[in-house]
């Protein structure tokens, strides 16, 4: 599958996401500090429960062990890891791969988990 | 990839509703088309009577059409099917319309019996099913002053209690010799019989009426078997329910012979395309007239479309109703009909309460349960019955109320045990749910769905999450989140105390975990209150909620609002037409909010700069909508003006909001200043309540509109505005300091220890000695205000959040508005969905709009 390149790290916002646009299909991509190591993940920007592109603006976080973004819609939790929606765990949004090259963001072109219910 | 089915449903009950919802979550992908007679989409039918006590259409609604909608579920209303073609997989409707299914379910329900009595055909002769029916029983009794109830089953009481609350002199009519003669025994029904005639309903068993004539005194008179008669206006039948098999019939499906759909344990009918559910489905020559079983059967049939293995094997039919304000329950094997059946019965003729339990030969397990007058131990009851536990030594203690000395043993169920038979909720998964991080009752409530069908475990439900809390050692803490064993309020000192600035230094020293969308956004409040540092610095931006971050109102699409602030609600003429103007270059929806400023609607993220650059550039300011800070002080024209004005109510709310813009407080803050004791401004149900007097103003502290309304108390009369301002700085800072997360002021000041006596003496005495201590920390606030919009537009860094993609130019496609009465709305899920496939519709205006009048901006 191919990488693509979305943009600068320093494009990225601690703690925070932002949204990349990847073939046509909205990407929320967001840059974490897990012990003092920057960790980036990207997920569909599609909120499936909400109807709106809106996840990259929710708040990010971890529930238990789980880390994951609340979407600013409903407050509905989904795993930065495996896609899925806490509440509702029928409900699983897309999760990309993302890998940094100097200094530059790439996402992985193909969705890491195939079972997403939301495209 | 598995081919999608199409899958009909004819029905949209509150059986037929369940399957969808339950087909909806297990497959996102499969195409469902329902097919609904009645005017509207599923609702509450078991608490229709509600309808007349106060409980709107919209509030029995259990589903929308936008949330169908927005599920990608095709419905169809008011559409009766007139045939179905089983050799082409075909249904036609009385309008002509075809549909084609792989899967055809049937969940017609059923239809209110009227006896063939002649002359049960006249205008004032009802039936009590829908909300159609409802609607025509209104009429009738406006016009009437007696009614009768044919049918004394659970039904026919929904019914009287209904006519009842209409104000009609009610009465109930059975054949059989008492009420309820399916779920009650003889005495039970006896029972009931008396303590709805001592609530005014007359009741008159064993009564078979044999013609409605017209009457003397009322309308109509009914005339019984035994020659005697009753007068009424209205006659409302309810005398059980007939299965809807017509369509079943006609296409050569087997029926029972007392009507009903057969179907097998999968819910197949006699076609294995064909399903039925519900109250029209005949299993083993029973109907289930209940909405447990028709939910269970309506999981059978997902199960079966979704490759699972469920299948139904009949249910259990107990109830626990309250009939006209009678409790009454009924479990399993009411008659005793079990081969050596014994009972045990306890009568209390002074409280009227009759309780009945039937065991097994030996002893050891319960049969059954009738409870009349009293159902406390309906709950415990059923799980004996429902799990086949075994009974105490002493079973009678379970009927017998409780005497002083040893209360009986916790009630230990086994994880098998049904909690909630609407959803099918085990106490297992109760359990799971709290061992996942549920731990309060709404959370558990809406990841499980427990309680949240018919409510009638509700009591139970609490019991077993509090048991559960219990052995888990868990005390019920004021924890703001797993990430902080701390109160707001402790939090705040901790912060204050400990001269903490960010949020990672504050989880770092006090929390754990990577915290969340709870205590983010209240340290970042916490923070704001403390320090009152620019809210999108740095450290701070990711603590936000989408509101704070991006300084407007999201919506439900993902486009945002717009509120500069109108301070007192006094606007110039020119600043009108900058609004005006703003909102036709950016193509924005208008309205007026009740706080006397404007909201503008359908703002992309990417042009919120150049929107707000245009309102300050004009001199306009943030109006802090989206924050948890002070929103408006509403004001009435007062003494310039107004006839009856004793002061300058507009100059003393401008200056009030003006002096507390910006500030950031546990939940949303709203004031009103009015010019005299007419109270124009409704400063009763605010936060903060200023109403003029002759001598000064009176100060009104802590109401509340919305959702729960409370009248404001009032704190001091005939203040002079230094004294005024004073106190609202230090009840201000009180409140900030001490309030819980999302607490509003009426909440608070209820949970205060003492409530209003002991905030006056902290405000106005200095009880504590702070309140120079909180003046000073309110006026270090009001000295640091800054416009949040302002400093964003000067700051480059923060701008470069608000494009809604990092690489690329475009709009957010999923953002479309269409025309309504001259201005723009947010399409709805079928409307975008024809704007995406490129379907020409006229009134559509999509994404190009807004950018380009963003470009002509830069």
Same mark, same amino acid.
């Given at each position: ?119 | ?131 159609? =029916? ?8 406006? *016009? ?263 209360? *009986? ?5 086994? =994880? ?90 504050? *989880? ?48 439900? =699409? ?41 909201? *503008? ?118 203040? =002079? ?138």
């Amino acid at each position: 599958m191919a990488w693509a390149d979305i943009c600068a790290f320093e494009d990225l916002v601690e703690n925070s996401g932002i949204c990349a646009l990847l073939n046509g299909q909205q990407v929320a991509v967001f840059l974490l500090e897990l012990q003092g190591e920057p960790q980036i993940y990207a997920v569909g920007n599609y909120d499936p429960i909400g109807g709106a592109n809106v996840l990259s603006r929710g708040i990010v976080g971890s529930v238990g062990e789980q880390i994951v973004v609340a979407s600013p819609l409903y407050k509905q939790h989904f795993s930065l890891t495996t896609g899925q929606c806490l509440e509702q765990p029928d409900v699983v949004i897309p999760v990309y791969r993302v890998k940094l090259q100097q200094g530059r963001v790439w996402l992985n072109v193909g969705q890491q988990n195939q079972q997403a219910s939301a495209a | 990839m598995q081919q999608t089915k199409q899958i009909l449903v004819i029905g949209n009950g509150m059986v037929g509703h369940h399957f969808v919802d339950q087909l909806r979550a297990k497959d996102p992908l499969a195409q469902i088309t329902v097919l609904c007679g009645e005017a509207q989409l599923a609702y509450d039918r078991v608490h229709l009577s509600g309808y007349f006590s106060g409980t709107s259409a919209e509030q029995l609604a259990l589903t929308t059409e936008e949330a169908y909608q927005a599920a990608n579920i095709q419905y169809r209303l008011n559409c009766w099917v007139e045939q179905i073609n089983r050799e082409q997989q075909l249904v036609v409707t009385r309008q002509g319309g075809q549909f084609y299914y792989d899967e055809l379910v049937l969940a017609t329900g059923s239809y209110a019996f009227v006896p063939p009595i002649p002359g049960n055909d006249q205008p004032h002769c009802l039936v009590y099913r829908t909300l159609q =029916d409802l609607d025509a029983i209104a009429q009738s009794a406006a *016009l009437s002053k007696v009614g009768v109830v044919i049918g004394g089953g659970l039904l026919g009481l929904e019914a009287a209690n209904a006519l009842k609350q209409l104000g009609l002199q009610t009465h109930v009519v059975e054949f059989a010799p008492q009420l309820m003669a399916v779920q009650l025994d003889q005495a039970g029904g006896q029972m009931l019989s008396q303590k709805i005639t001592e609530l005014g309903v007359q009741v008159h068993a064993g009564k078979a009426t044999q013609a409605i004539v017209a009457g003397a005194e009322c309308r109509y008179q009914l005339q019984f078997a035994d020659g005697e008669s009753l007068e009424t206006d209205l006659v409302l039948f309810s005398a059980g329910i007939r299965p809807y098999d017509q369509l079943a019939r006609s296409c050569g499906l087997a029926v029972g012979e007392r009507g009903g759909i057969v179907v097998n344990d999968r819910c197949q009918t006699s076609d294995p395309h064909i399903y039925a559910i519900g109250e029209c489905a005949l299993w083993q020559q029973k109907i289930f007239g209940l909405v447990a079983p028709g939910y269970q059967m309506a999981r059978v049939v997902v199960s079966q479309l979704t490759g699972g293995g469920l299948s139904f094997s009949g249910a259990d039919m107990s109830t626990k109703l309250k009939l006209l304000g009678v409790e009454v329950g009924s479990i399993g094997d009411a008659h005793a009909r079990t081969p050596g059946a014994l009972s045990y019965v306890f009568t209390d003729p002074r409280a009227q309460v009759y309780k009945k339990m039937v065991v097994s030969k030996d002893g050891k397990r319960l049969l059954g349960a009738v409870l009349v007058g009293d159902t406390s131990n309906y709950d415990s009851l059923l799980q004996y019955a429902l799990n086949d536990m075994l009974l105490p030594k002493q079973p009678e203690q379970l009927i017998l109320p409780a005497t002083t000395g040893v209360p *009986l043993a916790a009630l230990t169920l086994p =994880d098998s045990a049904t909690i909630c038979s609407c959803h099918n909720v085990a106490k297992g998964d109760i359990v799971a749910a709290m061992d996942g991080g549920c731990c309060d009752l709404a959370g558990i409530k809406s990841c499980t769905k427990a309680s949240t069908g018919c409510g009638g475990c509700t009591a139970l439900l609490k019991s077993v999450v509090d048991d559960e809390l219990k052995s888990r050692g868990v005390e019920v803490k004021n924890h703001l989140c797993e990430h902080f064993a701390y109160s707001r309020q402790e939090l705040l000192h901790l912060v204050q105390v400990g001269g903490i600035k960010t949020f990672a230094d504050l *989880l770092s020293r006090h929390g754990q975990g990577l915290g969340c969308d709870i205590c983010k956004p209240t340290v970042a409040s916490i923070l704001a209150s403390s320090w009152n540092d620019y809210v999108l610095k740095k450290p701070h931006v990711g603590l936000q909620d989408t509101n704070d971050t991006f300084l407007a109102n999201m919506q439900k =699409d993902g486009s945002y609002s717009v509120v500069p602030r109108i301070a007192g609600g006094e606007i110039t003429a020119e600043k009108l037409l900058v609004i005006g103007q703003v909102a036709l270059d950016f193509n924005l929806y208008t309205k007026i909010t009740g706080g006397q400023r404007i909201d *503008l609607f359908g703002a992309r993220l990417e042009q919120l700069p150049a929107i707000w650059q245009r309102l300050v550039d004009a001199g306009f300011e943030t109006g802090h909508a989206y924050g948890k800070s002070l929103r408006t002080v509403k004001s009435c024209v007062g003494s310039t003006w107004c006839r009856y004005g004793v002061q300058d109510s507009v100059g003393q709310a401008i200056a009030i909001e003006n002096r507390y813009k910006g500030l950031r407080a546990p939940h949303k803050i709203k004031m009103a200043v009015s010019g005299c004791t007419r109270e124009c401004a409704e400063a009763q149900s605010k936060d903060i309540g200023i109403i003029a007097t002759e001598n000064g103003w009176n100060l009104y502290v802590c109401g509340n509109g919305g959702m729960r309304p409370r009248h404001a108390d009032l704190f001091a009369t005939d203040l =002079d505005t230094e004294t005024l301002i004073r106190y609202i700085d230090r009840i201000l800072m009180l409140y900030i300091r001490t309030a819980d997360r999302l607490q509003r002021t009426s909440v608070w000041m209820e949970k205060l220890d003492g409530g209003l006596e002991y905030l006056r003496k902290v405000i106005i005495d200095d009880e504590l000695g702070i309140a120079a201590e909180l003046e000073n920390q309110m006026a270090a606030l009001v000295h640091t205000y800054a416009c949040e919009w302002k400093a964003t537009l000067q700051d480059p860094q923060a701008l470069k959040r608000f494009r809604q993609f990092v690489n690329s130019p475009d709009a957010d496609e999923n953002i479309v508005f269409v025309e309504e009465r001259s201005q723009i709305r947010p399409a709805t899920a079928e409307e975008k969905h024809q704007w995406l496939q490129q379907i020409p519709i006229t009134q559509l205006s999509g994404a190009e709009l807004p950018v380009n009048a963003l470009a002509e901006e830069k």
